[in-house]
């Protein structure tokens, strides 16, 4: 009986010998580096802010970034199943997944709970898996909604990276999540999706396919509004335009990202794929009323960026424009913060959980009702 290999096993994801020579050149200054940026800590106010162990892992971050490409940065970071894998061994618990068609399923931290639910759309640019810690984040926000009296389960979409499959597949999956959801006893008042950097463009993506349905996609079957959305970091531009580009003066202050590495993550993600598709994967070049009526399909909406992340100010005119048509808009630029800063704390294990990731705990425990 013949198997389907794993796409981390189909030659075009493989690593050559070439890529690993170069991964360990890329690698190879780091001490070096992140003992500068140890020394220098002290004398900004992003190094004031973090622990050692944050500007450690920051700095490292910026050089597996800005020095690996599409295959060595997914070998990196492994695939999300792995990262779902290794948190739930650690917690001694069996794994719950869902398998839901067209290679995406779900992977419930801890049991299902449907009564009321948070939908976890990962970052990693569609081209690798995510970030480690995610589980536990995603844990530590169910742990405190159930000390408030509010169980919620907590459920991550495995879903396709590039280039194993394009646009709108990734839509699809997401849609096809909900769904199940729904199916399975969810309210959709109930369900609050979240998503950080590429995660929030799918949010994005599923608000856009529910007001401008994609061919090919199913469309959503909604007995009201999804209860939230929150995006920590949604990527909202990919490509520049000839009469828009991005531009920032957030290079150097303490992200990982650069626009030199977003540009090439997302020709990518862009490569063959229609024009009629842009609206939904750079969410701010969309035609201007494309979020019109944005609010009765969901009930409220976060965004959060960081003060010092390179998209700052793209997030920021993102947000604008989702305002313009959703009253229930909620926008917090995080002092000091890069790219899904929370998550990094998580990632090092840092007790002081920093200043904005209470301020989510409050907004999802709000959308919730007792």
């Known amino acids: 009986m013949s198997t389907v290999a794993s796409p981390e096993d189909l030659p075009r994801n493989k690593l050559t010998l070439l890529d690993k020579l170069q991964m360990f050149m890329t690698l190879l200054p780091a001490p070096l580096a992140i003992a500068w940026a ?66 995406a399923r779900l992977l419930w931290i801890g049991p299902k709970h449907t009564d009321r639910v948070l939908l976890y759309f990962h970052g990693g640019a569609l081209v690798f898996g995510t970030v480690a810690s995610s589980p536990a984040f995603w844990n530590y926000m169910q742990e405190n909604l159930k000390k408030r009296g509010k169980p919620t389960g907590a459920a991550i979409l495995n879903y396709s990276l590039v280039p194993d499959q394009m646009f709108p597949i990734q839509l699809k999956q997401t849609v096809l999540a909900i769904q199940h959801l729904i199916d399975s006893g969810a309210k959709p008042q109930n369900i609050q999706l979240v998503g950080d950097s590429v995660g929030g463009t ?101 965004i959060t960026a960081g003060e010092m992340e390179v998209l700052r100010d793209e997030i920021l005119k993102y947000s604008k424009a989702v305002a313009k048509y959703h009253p229930e808009t909620t926008t917090i630029v995080h002092e000091n913060g890069i790219h899904i800063d929370p998550l990094f704390d998580f990632l090092v294990g840092d007790d002081a959980r920093g200043t904005l990731t209470p301020k989510i705990l409050e ?8």
């Open 38 to 103: 140890l020394l220098k800590s002290p004398f900004t106010s992003y190094g004031r802010a973090r622990s050692w162990k944050r500007i450690v892992m920051d700095r490292a971050s910026l050089i597996v970034m800005t020095g690996m490409n599409r295959r060595q940065a997914r070998a990196f970071f492994g695939p999300t199943r792995k990262a779902y894998d290794d948190f739930v061994k650690s917690k001694k618990w069996e794994p719950v997944v869902e398998e839901l068609g067209d290679d």
């Open 202 to 302: 799918m949010i994005h993506q599923v608000l856009s396919h529910i007001l401008h349905p994609v061919e090919g996609v199913p469309i959503l079957k909604l007995s009201g509004p999804l209860g939230g959305g929150y995006m920590m970091s949604p990527w909202t531009r990919m490509l520049d335009t000839p009469d828009n580009c991005l531009i920032t003066d957030r290079e150097g202050k303490g992200d990982f990202l650069t626009r030199r590495v977003g540009l090439y993550w997302a020709n990518k993600v862009i490569d063959g794929v229609p024009e009629s598709a842009y609206p939904y994967l750079n969410a701010n070049t969309a035609p201007t009323g494309w979020l019109d009526g944005v609010d009765k399909h969901i009930k409220r909406i976060l």
């Open 363 to 370: 907004w999802l425990d709000e959308g919730f009702s007792v």
